[in-house]
């Protein structure tokens, strides 16, 4: 079965411009969650969402939103970019929502703010 | 009290020895270990994972123990080969909750 498929897979961007990286989860999950990842700062929880629905929101500045259809799949919204949000932003999927259902991640988009 | 801290950042192994990667958590209200295998241009995928109310669990090659008094638990690889060669990260989280706190990853390579 298909995985979950992150796009577009590389970006560039200026500095203050915004930007939407798009993730449709595996058939059937509906739980999507997307996570930051960095050199220095590794991998940090951005936010979850389940039914359409934000469950849980990680400790980033209100620059970086998100939402979920209908269909499960899943948008996260960065605006006013800065040079410190280039990082390669992961989304995964799960069937529900806790870690029994287990997580499956994507290969992410690499965003690069110049 | 969120934090999961990742020891050691590299780790360089000849192949047919043993791969061991530490972790150490604060927040005692985490209840599920999960060690994630990370290779170059992927994401994560999961490996194995461990509830505190055992002290091992053995998949395969991949053995996690856990030391709940001592908030620990690490990762051993057995026989490591070069196909083991990837960033390992350690996380926490509740079964209650969702979010994965990540340790800080290790790079491991294995020698042929």
């Known amino acids: 079965k298909a995985g979950v498929t992150q796009t577009p897979r590389y970006l560039i961007k200026t500095r203050g411009q915004q930007v939407t990286l798009s993730c449709s989860p595996i058939?059937?999950?509906?739980?999507v969650s997307w996570y930051q990842q960095t050199p220095g700062q590794g991998l940090q929880f951005l936010f979850e969402?389940?039914?359409?629905?934000?469950?849980n929101k990680g400790n980033f500045p209100g620059r970086f939103s998100g939402r979920q259809f209908s269909n499960s799949r899943s948008e996260m919204n960065v605006s006013t970019l800065e040079l410190g949000d280039s990082a390669l932003y992961l989304c995964?999927?799960?069937?529900?929502?806790?870690?029994?259902?287990?997580?499956?991640f994507g290969s992410g988009t690499r965003l690069t703010v110049v | 009290q969120q934090q999961v801290k990742q020891s050691p950042q590299s780790l360089i192994v000849q192949k047919g020895g043993i791969s061991i990667i530490n972790c150490a958590y604060e927040?005692?209200?985490?209840?599920?270990f999960p060690w994630y295998q990370q290779f170059p241009g992927k994401g994560p995928a999961l490996l194995i994972a461990?509830?505190?109310?055992?002290s091992e669990k053995k998949e395969g090659r991949f053995t996690i123990s856990f030391n709940k008094s001592a908030k620990q638990f690490s990762l051993h690889i057995m026989d490591s080969q070069p196909g083991d060669s990837a960033t390992y990260f350690c996380?926490?989280?509740?079964?209650?909750?969702?979010?994965?706190?990540f340790g800080e990853g290790t790079q491991l390579t294995v020698n042929p």
């Open positions: 995964a999927s799960s069937l529900g929502l806790g870690p029994r259902y287990g997580y499956t």
């Open positions: 969402y389940f039914s359409e629905t934000q469950r």
């Open positions: 927040n005692t209200a985490f209840d599920y």
């Open positions: 058939s059937g999950h509906r739980s």
């Open positions: 461990i509830r505190p109310d055992v």
């Open positions: 996380a926490a989280t509740r079964t209650s909750g969702s979010r994965l706190t």
